[in-house]
């Protein structure tokens, strides 16, 4: 039938003068793009298997390719999208649920993008961050309400668990399963490095990677893959997993074909068959049920690590994390819809959730105005994209933020969206072993200190222009950001002024 057609969404250009029949683009590329074809003695392309990773592309010796978005085009208007047709055309087809990868690519305001940062002038001077100290130190966890002295007026410092972050950036959760070995590695590594934290996802811990556990932060979720005494014991915090912002309110599933000898023994599943996680976690129906795992999980740790809730962002999501507070979790992790890195059905992706910027300010809000704000650190993710975004999210009142996306683009991703086909071409989410070894953890870890480094360097730099010289003093400061073209609303919302205010 003519709906099975649909004209691939990219071309392979092959400069002819340049290529050297070398047949690199033909070992790189797992999809099977390129051939040689002895016959005609040149290069042939299939382009309806081009993924546009740009891996051909980075490796031609002679610069002999490109790959362009094709000019082929639907009869479109205003209500129907290229999109809108090709994905019925697919379901027609199918009959199946369309995945992607990678977060919504539906353009939804990027609040990030209408918040300006204020900066010093002539009054409240501002800091040099060559000169003066510059503190980006962030601890995570529960905080006193009052100060406290001991009988000789010295102020007691004693706190539940934190955690300690030289810089208010974490490697979020991303599970072996869904990422290689290789990258895992890489985050583990960078993560020591750096003095910072990465997350294990749902997919329990590599016994290779209990020795980055200062580091590490061990997640729970609905499918409980990997979790035992010592993978609790092996982390610095906990963290439950109740929902995420690329596919909230539904549960995830990691194909068979990935679930390979090693992810079986980790994930404590049998080899080859599909990983599914619940959409709830079925001991959890209330915030009472919350809070028993939260203190089964403490308990089970003898109270010495905070534990983190993690939520996608919704529309009631200042309601929910009060009760989150409340019920005992040391941290709150809020992911924005506009985020997330692993397979998820496209049209939950692209309409389920509230951005992570308007969530992070009602959530803020609301456990200021209940008196509970100290009870719990904040931790934002959902396309951080910059360290502009860092400081506008602390700002709005966040601890810290998580990023994944960034952190993968650092390892060499080029965002081809297709993760969830198993065969990166980069080594980043694949569990093929010839791709798997693409990526060099001691390199992959380089990049992302070099990144973290950098953005922490940038973050200084706008700090001291506010005249501000630690992040402490920035969190939830909202003088410090102007909204532009927003309406009264959403700035009511972000609780900033419009910009000339
Ligand atoms: S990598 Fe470049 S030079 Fe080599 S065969 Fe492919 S297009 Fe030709
Ligand atoms: S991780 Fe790999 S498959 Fe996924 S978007 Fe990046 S390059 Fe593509």
Sequence with gaps: MSINFLQPEYEVVRNMDRCITCRVCERQCANEVHHYNADLDRMVSDDSKCVDCQRCVTLCPTNALKIVKTNNCFKENANWHTSDITDIYRQATTGGVLLGSMGTPKEYPVYWDKLLINASQVTNPSIDPLREPMETRTFLGKKDATIHYDKDGNIITKTTPQLELSTPIMFSAMSYGSISYNAHKSLAMAATKLGIYYNTGEGGLHEDFYVYGPNTIVQVASGRFGVHSDYLEAGAAIEIKMGQGAKPGIGGHLPGAKITEAVSKTRMIPQGTDAISPAPHHDIYSIEDLRQLVYMLKESTNYKKPVIVKIAAVHNVGAIASGIARCGADIIAIDGFRGGTGAAPARIRD??????????????????????????????????????DVIKAIALGADACYIATSALIALGCHLCRTCHLGKCNWGIATQVPELVKRLNPAIGSEHLVNLVTAWTHEIKEMMGGMGINSIEALRGNRLMLRGVGLTEKELEILGVKHAGE
């Design 351 to 388: 309409n389920v959730g509230i951005p992570i910027e308007l969530a992070l300010a009602s959530v803020d809000r609301r456990l200021r105005e209940e008196g509970i704000r100290n009870q719990v650190s904040l931790v934002v993710g959902g396309s951080i994209r910059s360290s502009a």
